[in-house]
């Protein structure tokens, strides 16, 4: 079925905080730059203002259907943090989330603050590095920290307690779909792209998707870093292209989605073909005439 509502695009907020930076041009380089250091740049939130000009929120809530579809999920949350010294407690207000360490000094240390008064636990922090965890969990991030963090909102019935933070293992990065998470509550992916691919929303549920590296362009749209789309469950179909860029993709179920179309390109035997002699040889078994084939001049 075709479905014919636009793609949302998200305008980050940029908060300042004391434990930020007096910059962060890598990452969302149109956005409006707050005055003081730059701790938290919300991609994906309730509050973020849409090119239509309202709330994300207040948009997904006049057609709950449209945007969210069947399952009728709404979509997780997505937040950089960017740090100058370390972070103040950060809580995770959500059934599960996971963040992945984009930038990480080598000797860098998460503190994991869990049950009130309990001494926090320390983790190693390394670039590349996925932690997931629950809603009782506060992370204190080490400076020169740049982490992406991903956070559902859905709360599953069978969702299982997570007592502790733990570190997730990713998959083969060198793939055009990787997994950062896969709970009942959300699935975070990476997409590197093709030249061209499309998106086809099938009206299940929706997806947001965040430009992880430069060179994304999304129905002629080119992305900065740390620009989101949000597609509607009842979407429009959309091209993408930029071949080697990287996408996170959210979206609030556990089973892998299919709306990510590749377009593949016609076999090299095939460019060979010659067209006037496939016509001619169409109408040599019409009429019944098997000459030698002549390419055209």
């Known amino acids: 079925m075709e479905y014919a509502a636009d793609l949302v695009r998200l305008h980050p ?96 240390v998460v503190d994991l603050y869990g049950q009130e008064g309990a001494p926090p636990r320390e983790m190693r922090c390394r670039r590349g590095d996925l932690l997931r965890v629950s809603d009782q969990t506060r992370v204190v991030l080490p400076a020169g920290i740049t982490a992406l963090e991903a956070r559902a909102k859905f709360i599953p019935h069978n969702q299982a307690q997570l007592e502790r933070a733990q570190r997730v293992r990713p998959a083969n990065e060198k793939k055009h779909r990787t997994t950062w998470l896969r709970d009942a509550a959300m699935s975070v992916e990476v997409w590197t792209l093709p030249e061209r691919s499309f998106l086809q929303p099938d009206g299940e549920t929706c997806h947001i998707l ?35 860029a990287q996408v996170v993709v959210l979206y609030p179920d556990l089973v892998p989605t299919q709306i990510w179309k590749h377009m593949h390109a016609p076999k090299p035997g095939a460019l060979a073909i010659d067209t006037a002699l496939l016509e001619q040889a169409r109408q040599s078994v019409i009429t019944g005439t098997h000459g030698p084939l002549r390419a055209a001049a």
Do not use: K
């Not at 409006?32 to 709330?55: D, F, K, L």
């Not at 994300?56 to 100058?84: C, H, K, N, S, W």
């Not at 999304?218 to 979407?235: H, N, S, T």
């Open 210 to 244: 965040m430009a992880l590296t430069p060179g994304a362009i999304i129905d002629g749209e080119a992305l900065c870093r740390g620009d989101a789309v949000f597609v509607p469950a009842q979407g429009r179909r959309a091209l993408l292209s930029g071949e080697g």
């Open 13 to 108: 907020r940029l908060l300042p905080r004391r434990w930020g930076r007096d910059r962060a041009p890598a990452w969302c380089a149109d956005a409006e730059r707050p005055v003081g250091p730059i701790g938290e740049i919300w991609i994906a939130h309730p509050y973020n203002m849409t090119s239509s000009g309202v709330h994300f929120g207040a948009l997904i809530a006049q057609e709950p259907e449209v945007m969210l579809g069947e399952l009728g999920r709404a979509p997780p949350d997505l937040r950089l943090v960017v740090t100058g010294e370390p972070s103040d407690p950060i809580a995770s207000e959500g059934p599960v989330a996971v963040w992945r360490m984009l930038e990480s000094p080598l000797d860098a």
